[in-house]
Nanobody, 127 residues
Framework: QVQLVESGGGLVQAGGSLRLSCAASGRTFSSYVMGWFRQAPGKEREFVAAISSWSGGNTYYKDSVKGRFTISRDNAKNTVYLQMNSLKPEDTAVYYC???????????????????WGQGTQVTVSS
């Protein structure tokens, strides 16, 4: 069983920045594809970003966050990050990290592909 704990959410003005962290338990973190998703009130959970396993050499982003958000991982710390810059009110949501323990399906933007989920952290961007 893998436990994921997000942190770093909060209230920020439009144009500001936040860095979300997701700490994972277990000794096989480096082998997981990691993703960030978000869910706004009344909306479905949507993909934000994902990073490949091991060295994290491949990253993927929702079109609307490209150039503003950066996903990264530190396997020594069992942690994945989401650096969010130039935040907009439409980025307001609960942000969740998720782990795909494999076998890798290539469906990194598809929530059911992920086996483990954190409890979420609220991000609120004021205009």
């Amino acid at each position: 069983q893998v436990q994921l704990v997000e942190s770093g959410g909060g209230l920020v003005q439009a144009g500001g920045s936040l860095r979300l962290s997701c700490a994972a338990s277990g000794r096989t973190f480096s082998s997981y594809v990691m993703g960030w998703f978000r869910q706004a009130p009344g909306k479905e959970r949507e993909f934000v970003a994902a990073i490949s396993s091991w060295s994290g050499g491949n990253t993927y982003y929702k079109d609307s966050v490209k150039g503003r958000f950066t996903i990264s991982r530190d396997n020594a710390k069992n942690t994945v990050y989401l650096q969010m810059n130039s935040l907009k009110p439409e980025d307001t949501a609960v942000y969740y990290c998720a782990a795909d323990s494999g076998p890798y399906s290539g469906r990194y933007s598809y929530p059911p592909a992920y086996d483990y989920w954190g409890q979420g952290t609220q991000v609120t961007v004021s205009s």
